[in-house]
């Protein structure tokens, strides 16, 4: 412990606040206290304590910061702030970038649509959901559509004036799904009674509605309108049907999110179970990063950090674990409700099952991560590990690199590099060569001149970074390993090509040939074939594959511009230079073919006389 952190510690408040603990300004973790004093001596002075995250986060601390509130209250909602402002490395994060579908009426129109978005806007509409999938709302729509004669259009109109005037209907009216508003014909105020009953249905009055269309459907068939009887009957049936979906549960209280945890061994598994008037609405998991195994702190932190942003918080939330902090951030959420929220964690009774419930999803979602990060493992670092004994190396490459040319009878040559760190694909590091030096077909002497230009960059930006004592980035990262696509002659070339470059270390080297996936090592003649399931091979192939698409994918590109280039050489007047700021001003051809006269003038270098022309030869073609 640095003497900057002996002093402050010693002066801390025995007050309520947060604290800010840094690494080179940075901040690692932000945390709340009632006892600001008596909280942070105690990263310091137990450290037996702790779990190896804490250790791990004490050992990097540097320096701290602390803010003083007068409530823990306070200091709960400024952690939270903090949390989400810094996204510090060691707090328990919220992963979610769910977008939950919603319906939404904004009832200021006339005639209002029922439509899903993705999004709760502040516009006075009215919402209803989250709903757990964007399936279950285009059902509970087409439900909707086929019950209740909604208009469905984007058209802009109001009472008595229809699009431009008055319209005709479309085929939805004479189908009897619409009541054609937009002929200007239909009172706001009967639309409005529709509406009334879609609303009732939303906020979970089923047999309301449902009634209400028996009523009207046995209405019609003594009436001897068979027909309307009929659709009535079909609106019903589709209502049941969507009803049915929805596991009834007898639980008083209305409104309830239901929340367990469970840990996959790195981070906490949170399970959600949505009852909303005492039906379960739907479910799902949130995944709270680096939590190892704290579950109390796990559910804190999802608590604090989901209802922050969460468009609705229900009146009683249930939970799985008891924790600290529970009153306090009853408080939290009643202030953002604006009415009393009640968190309970179930001892009896109907409601310790959907705890039990919950749990035991979050418990079957963590054994199943834990079973990917296994498979994973085995398909990243394990392959890399197999890889190494198979190619006899006494480490276990971190950084392979792979390499593929690609032509077409030798004419824009290029190059591709891929990179793999610990057996996962590194794709912000890919690169492309432009090959200047060879001409005509040459793969052997086009791999040669990559790799040296590769490596001759690469140690002079690792020597750079040396000298300014900061960690190789980018070309000066040199990889371990090396994939050549081919076999013993492209890789001599390759070989050949990276001695010739002064280095401190050279990388191991060697070719897969594809025709029998064979494995050539320098200096040995014979080559090693791995068996056809093994991760190792699988590893490289994956690599190997991901360099020729790269190059590949390249090359078209390359192509593809030539192609237009030749094109503008037949306009009179279009030069070299103003073909390539043609070329560079706009993304492809079609866009040039497009552009208006005023748009071919803005692209660098272009006169009206030179836009005329090039505006001539595509418009008179």
Same mark, same amino acid.
């Given at each position: 412990?640095?003497?900057?952190?002996?002093?402050?510690?010693?002066?801390?408040?025995?007050?309520? +606040?947060?604290?800010?603990?840094?690494?080179?300004?940075?901040?690692?973790?932000?945390?709340?206290?009632?006892?600001?004093?008596?909280?942070?001596?105690?990263?310091?002075?137990?450290?037996?304590?702790?779990?190896?995250?804490?250790?791990?986060?004490?050992?990097?601390?540097?320096?701290?910061?602390?803010?003083?509130?007068?409530?823990?209250?306070?200091?709960?909602?400024?952690?939270?702030?903090?949390?989400?402002?810094?996204?510090?490395?060691?707090?328990?994060?919220?992963?979610?970038?769910?977008?939950?579908?919603?319906?939404?009426?904004?009832?200021?129109?006339?005639?209002?649509?029922?439509?899903?978005?993705?999004?709760?806007?502040?516009?006075?509409?009215?919402?209803?959901?989250?709903?757990?999938?964007?399936?279950?709302?285009?059902?509970?729509?087409?439900?909707?559509?086929?019950?209740?004669?909604?208009?469905?259009?984007?058209?802009?109109?109001?009472?008595?004036?229809?699009?431009?005037?008055?319209?005709?209907?479309?085929?939805?009216?004479?189908?009897?799904?619409?009541?054609?508003?937009?002929? +200007?014909?239909?009172?706001?105020?009967?639309?409005?009674?529709?509406?009334?009953?879609?609303?009732?249905?939303?906020?979970?009055?089923?047999?309301?509605?449902?009634?209400?269309?028996?009523?009207?459907?046995?209405?019609?068939?003594?009436?001897?309108?068979?027909?309307?009887?009929?659709?009535?009957?079909?609106?019903?049936?589709?209502?049941?049907?969507?009803?049915?979906?929805?596991?009834?549960?007898?639980?008083?209280?209305?409104?309830?999110?239901?929340?367990?945890?469970?840990?996959?061994?790195?981070?906490?598994?949170?399970?959600?179970?949505?009852?909303?008037?005492?039906?379960?609405? +739907?479910?799902?998991?949130?995944?709270?990063?680096?939590?190892?195994?704290?579950?109390?702190?796990?559910?804190?932190?999802?608590?604090?950090?989901?209802?922050?942003?969460?468009?609705?918080?229900?009146?009683?939330?249930?939970?799985?674990?008891?924790?600290?902090?529970?009153?306090?951030?009853?408080?939290?959420?009643?202030?953002?409700?604006?009415?009393?929220?009640?968190?309970?964690?179930?001892?009896?009774?109907?409601?310790?099952?959907?705890?039990?419930?919950?749990?035991?999803?979050?418990?079957?979602?963590?054994?199943?991560?834990?079973?990917?990060?296994?498979?994973?493992?085995?398909?990243?670092?394990?392959?890399?590990?197999?890889?190494?004994?198979?190619? +006899?190396?006494?480490?276990?490459?971190?950084?392979?690199?792979?390499?593929?040319?690609?032509?077409?009878?030798?004419?824009?040559?290029?190059?591709?590099?891929?990179?793999?760190?610990?057996?996962?694909?590194?794709?912000?590091?890919?690169?492309?060569?432009?090959?200047?030096?060879?001409?005509?077909?040459?793969?052997?002497?086009?791999?040669?001149?990559?790799?040296?230009?590769?490596?001759?960059?690469?140690?002079?930006?690792?020597?750079?970074?040396?000298?300014?004592?900061?960690?190789?980035?980018?070309?000066?990262?040199?990889?371990?390993?090396?994939?050549?696509?081919?076999?013993?002659?492209?890789?001599?070339?390759?070989?050949?090509?990276?001695?010739?470059?002064?280095?401190?270390?050279?990388?191991?080297?060697?070719?897969?040939?594809?025709?029998?996936?064979?494995?050539?090592?320098?200096?040995?003649?014979?080559?090693?074939?791995?068996?056809?399931?093994?991760?190792?091979?699988?590893?490289?192939?994956?690599?190997?594959?991901?360099?020729?698409?790269?190059?590949?994918?390249?090359?078209?590109?390359?192509?593809?511009?030539?192609?237009?280039?030749?094109?503008?050489?037949?306009?009179?007047?279009?030069?070299?230079?103003?073909?390539?700021?043609?070329?560079?001003?706009?993304?492809?051809?079609?866009?040039?073919?497009?552009?208006?006269?005023?748009?071919?003038?803005?692209?660098?270098?272009?006169?009206?006389?030179?836009?005329?022309?090039?505006?001539?030869?595509?418009?008179?073609?």
């Amino acid at each position: 412990m640095n003497q900057t952190l002996e002093f402050k510690i010693s002066q801390l408040p025995e007050s309520p +606040g947060v604290y800010q603990m840094k690494k080179g300004g940075e901040v690692i973790y932000v945390g709340k206290a009632v006892n600001l004093k008596n909280r942070v001596r105690q990263y310091f002075h137990s450290s037996r304590d702790h779990t190896p995250k804490v250790r791990a986060m004490v050992a990097n601390i540097e320096d701290f910061d602390i803010i003083l509130c007068d409530t823990e209250l306070e200091a709960l909602i400024l952690e939270c702030n903090l949390i989400k402002k810094y996204r510090p490395y060691y707090n328990i994060l919220l992963k979610d970038d769910k977008q939950y579908p919603y319906i939404r009426i904004d009832l200021k129109q006339d005639y209002p649509r029922v439509e899903l978005v993705r999004r709760i806007e502040k516009d006075g509409a009215k919402y209803f959901g989250p709903y757990i999938g964007a399936t279950v709302v285009r059902d509970v729509l087409e439900v909707l559509h086929n019950s209740f004669p909604l208009r469905t259009c984007r058209h802009e109109f109001s009472f008595g004036k229809g699009v431009g005037g008055k319209h005709r209907p479309c085929i939805r009216y004479q189908m009897g799904l619409c009541l054609a508003p937009c002929t +200007g014909n239909v009172m706001p105020g009967q639309y409005r009674q529709m509406l009334d009953e879609i609303i009732a249905f939303l906020n979970g009055r089923h047999e309301d509605v449902v009634e209400h269309l028996r009523r009207k459907m046995e209405e019609a068939a003594k009436n001897w309108e068979f027909e309307r009887a009929a659709m009535y009957r079909d609106r019903v049936t589709a209502m049941e049907q969507v009803l049915q979906k929805q596991k009834a549960i007898a639980v008083a209280g209305g409104d309830q999110d239901v929340i367990a945890v469970a840990s996959d061994g790195v981070d906490a598994v949170v399970e959600v179970i949505f009852m909303r008037e005492g039906k379960i609405l +739907g479910n799902d998991h949130f995944i709270m990063q680096r939590a190892e195994a704290q579950q109390e702190e796990s559910l804190v932190m999802f608590l604090l950090q989901y209802y922050d942003n969460a468009p609705y918080i229900p009146k009683e939330i249930l939970l799985g674990e008891e924790c600290e902090d529970l009153e306090v951030m009853e408080k939290l959420l009643s202030e953002k409700k604006g009415s009393r929220v009640h968190i309970a964690v179930p001892k009896r009774g109907e409601k310790v099952r959907l705890v039990e419930m919950a749990r035991k999803n979050a418990g079957d979602i963590a054994q199943k991560r834990r079973e990917q990060f296994v498979k994973q493992k085995a398909r990243t670092v394990g392959a890399c590990k197999e890889l190494a004994d198979a190619l +006899g190396l006494d480490f276990t490459p971190r950084r392979i690199e792979g390499y593929d040319i690609s032509n077409t009878q030798g004419t824009l040559s290029v190059a591709s590099m891929v990179v793999a760190i610990d057996g996962q694909p590194a794709r912000s590091q890919y690169r492309h060569y432009r090959i200047k030096t060879v001409v005509g077909a040459n793969d052997f002497a086009s791999m040669a001149e990559v790799i040296g230009r590769r490596f001759t960059r690469g140690e002079r930006e690792r020597l750079e970074a040396q000298k300014k004592g900061v960690l190789p980035d980018g070309f000066a990262d040199l990889p371990d390993l090396v994939l050549i696509d081919g076999g013993p002659e492209q890789l001599r070339f390759a070989q050949d090509a990276m001695h010739a470059v002064p280095m401190e270390k050279y990388p191991a080297m060697f070719g897969l040939a594809k025709r029998l996936e064979e494995i050539y090592l320098p200096g040995r003649d014979d080559p090693i074939r791995l068996d056809e399931h093994s991760e190792a091979l699988r590893l490289i192939q994956r690599i190997r594959d991901e360099a020729h698409r790269f190059a590949i994918t390249h090359h078209r590109g390359l192509r593809a511009k030539r192609s237009v280039a030749s094109r503008l050489e037949e306009i009179p007047g279009i030069g070299a230079t103003r073909r390539r700021a043609l070329l560079t001003h706009f993304p492809n051809l079609e866009a040039m073919q497009n552009a208006s006269l005023e748009e071919l003038m803005e692209a660098p270098g272009m006169n009206r006389p030179a836009a005329e022309a090039v505006f001539a030869f595509f418009h008179d073609k």
